[in-house]
């Protein structure tokens, strides 16, 4: 009886929902309301005066033994912590917060505005949705006697999930966003050793190269493949995904000196608007301080080796420098940093190794799969020449083309050298007549030694006997000679060829 009582008073199914239904449009109502006044608030009251009352209000609200402080190291076990960074980044759009008494500012050439970051001890508060949390930056020793930087952010307790929860994504994502607004790209590179507190570790500061593709005197075909294939690269997050690859991408430059292998690094950090992380190899001395570098790398960057024909070869460095406990750094360590710990963490990374002989490389390094693309820097061609002149002399065309490029068909010149003839004069004229100059002083030195040799080979048919004779005396002068003037030997043998 008494259940059936009860239930005769339940209200019906439509009385739920249209109660529901009115609490729902109320609280609309309230909430919109609330925006409303809140943006009048934010109208007619000054965001530091915002700031100064709630930071009052927030002092009597907060009890101080009822604060959470969350520690957020620079590094997390010799890894950069991006909270920590992402805390810098963000707190750097706070500094006209009116709690702060002490600013470092500074200006970076080519940054578009002034950096300002807070002083050490200084204490910012800030207001994510309505809930206060004050941050101080703090450093202390540790126990290698480094400098070691931490953000102390302190909150009442009651708000530890919501700040945990959403307030540091949000700081994540608005530093990523400021990031953006004012990106400049960043050439890092590893600090001198003896300075205690620079060695082995990157510093950055702006890349300031002004290579572009389109200023890259380089096969057009090549050019075009590789621009390809980077657009591809940056599209493929989620194939990369689905493959079960590593969202990495490896380049061999090859090619003599001064065919543009720096500039091309250059042109793709602008292209694709990646930092560089110059590894210099000999500086490195051990596969665990290999890995840590590498790990410290961000995403949306170039790693870049160069020279590696002359880095990995450091079978004598143990002797010379500090002890590694058979930690020495070698090129099989170089590669599983690559293809294992390093690559496996992080996104949108590229590797490049630059070498001036590729024959002279460890056939591991050239194994497929391990560098996606090899790229072969050459000797100026004519079409590349067009593009140099018309970069360094803004002209299309000219009478003394023709000649020069007939001139460059036979003899090998570096892109290089053909911009330091073009630089050399403002005339056009004068630049073409002396680079025709030049090419033609190759030229006549190319085949002067081209018929020494001849003339040698013939002697030596002719008296076979003189010729051995002379071949134990003068063999490596020989040796140099018949090298130095084939053509195709020229990137083995002959470094500073347009001397
Ligand atoms: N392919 C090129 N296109 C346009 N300019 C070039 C090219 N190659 C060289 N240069 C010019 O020569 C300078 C030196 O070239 P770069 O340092 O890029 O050559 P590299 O191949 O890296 O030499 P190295 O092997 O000695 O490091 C560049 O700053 C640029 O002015």
Known sequence: MVTMFSLSKLPSATTILSTYSSLMAFMMLVRGIMN??????????????????????????????????????????????????????????????????????????????????????????????CIQVKWKLTNKKNDSGRDSKFFELSFHKQYKEKVIGTYLHYVLKRSKDIIEENRTLKLHSLGIYGDRDESGVWRSINLEHPATFDTLAMDTNIKKEVLEDLDRFVKRKEFYKKVGKPWKRGYLLYGPPGTGKSSFIAAMADYLKFNIYDLELTSIYSNTELRRLLLATKNRSMVVIEDIDCSVELKDRRSRHRANNGDQLTLSGLLNCIDGLWSSCGDERIIIFTTNYKDRLDPALLRPGRMDMHIHMSYCTPCGFKLLASNYLQIQNHPLFEEIEVLMKNVNVTPAKVAEELMKSDDAETSLEGLINFLQSKETDRKKSNAEVEEEEERETTNPKEGEGQKAGKGNKRTKKTKMTRKTNVIKYCINCDD
Not at 58 to 78: A, R
């Open 36 to 129: 409303e006044a809140w943006s009048v608030v934010n109208q007619i009251i000054p965001q530091d005066l915002q700031t100064k009352i709630l930071t009052k209000l927030g002092c009597l609200y907060c009890h101080p033994t009822s604060e959470v402080t969350l520690i957020i190291h620079e590094q997390n076990c010799h890894a950069t912590n991006e909270m920590f960074e992402a805390s810098e980044v963000y707190l750097r759009s706070k500094t006209t917060n009116p709690s702060l008494e002490k600013l470092i500012v500074s200006k970076q050439p080519r940054e578009k505005n002034l950096t300002i970051t807070i002083e050490k001890d200084q204490e910012i508060v800030d207001f994510f949705e």
